[in-house]
């Protein structure tokens, strides 16, 4: 198994856990931005220069979610 299946598995493992804990998506919002911080925070700890690429992925996730609203699809 790729290390990019290991990440895969693991997000879809979260994403379960989502589901279980409470199936209204709503409520997913509070743990999707959880995320994004620790995201932030492990970038921060390997270099703090990352802060801009971060905030450049931060954008490039906007336009993505942007297409899904206006597309229906990923």
Known sequence: ?????DIREALDTAAQAFKEYDSNPTT???????FLAQ???QA??????YQVVYDDM?????????????T???
Not at 1 to 5: F, H, I, N, Q, V
């Open 44 to 49: 921060m700890d390997v270099n703090p220069m």
């Open 28 to 34: 997913w919002l509070t743990w999707i931005r959880y």
């Open 58 to 70: 931060l954008a490039m996730l906007q336009d993505s979610i942007r297409n899904r609203m206006r």
């Open 39 to 41: 995201l932030q925070k």
């Open 1 to 5: 198994m790729s290390r990019e299946d």
């Open 72 to 74: 229906g699809g990923w």
